[in-house]
Every structure is written in C-alpha cells, then in structure tokens.
C-alpha cells in the first residue's frame, strides 16, 4: 500500500505500553534497559523503504509540540499497518503530547501526525552467544 508523496516523511504514531517497556519501568527508569526500549520508534517495513531507513538508523520525529531523537526498528511485513508507527510510553514520546489532559490524568497521545527525518545510519548490535563450555 503506497502513500502519496505529500505524506512521505509523515506516519501517523501511536504511543502505548509494551511489556518490554514495562520490565524496564519496574526495573527502573534511568537503567539502560528502558531507556533502550523508550528511545526505539516501531516501523513497518513497507514505511522504512519507502523513506530509506533500516533498522538502527536514529531519525528525528516531530509535530507542532515538539521534537525526539529515536532509533529505528523496522518490523516484519504485517506486524503494523502502513502509515504508523509505534513507540512506547517514555521521555522521547513525551516530547510530542501537549499537556492538555482535559480532566483525564493523561495527555491525548494516540493518533498524532509526526514528520520523520533521517538524522544518521545506526549501528546494529550483533547478538552474542555464550561461549560453548565442555560438558564432562
């Protein structure tokens, strides 16, 4: 599903809990481990071609209220509609809420327009094994 190139550079986000987010929460919001999960913006692959981005790549979002530096992570085909992108509850998507709760508690969040700029390639992180030890 193609967009028009008017909304190339545009996704409509979605904020929202994760259960990662929420294991990093618990075990506490300055360990690296949330700050990792809070700082990665949810792509469908389909969006990440179509405005050149690869997994790891650090791209600034934006809207009328402010602005973040975050890390890409393209998902597999089908995990999220064309057009969206996903980031968990955290201090960079906070940026972008207006602090409006209209009684609520909660900013509204849900379904905001972000521009997406490529700021600069990322660097993959390999996923290391342990070292296989001698059995008897």
């Keep these: 599903e193609k967009r028009n190139d008017a909304m190339k550079g545009q996704l409509i986000l979605i904020p929202g809990r994760s259960s990662k987010q929420g294991v990093g929460l618990n075990k506490g919001k300055l360990k690296e481990e949330y700050i990792r999960v809070t700082t990665t913006l949810e792509l469908s692959a389909e969006d990440a071609l179509e405005n050149g981005l690869e997994t790891a790549d650090i791209v600034k979002i934006s809207n009328h209220i402010g602005e ?20 968990p509850y ?35 992180k390999k996923t290391t094994l342990p070292p296989k030890t001698a059995i008897g």
């Design 68 to 87: 973040t530096e975050v890390q890409v992570k393209v998902l597999k085909e089908g995990k999220l509609p064309v057009g969206y992108a996903f980031i």
């Design 90 to 124: 955290g201090p960079p998507s906070s940026n972008l809420f207006d602090g409006e709760t209209c009684g609520t508690g909660m900013p509204a969040s849900k379904g905001m327009t972000i521009d997406i700029k490529f700021i600069k390639k990322g660097v993959k």
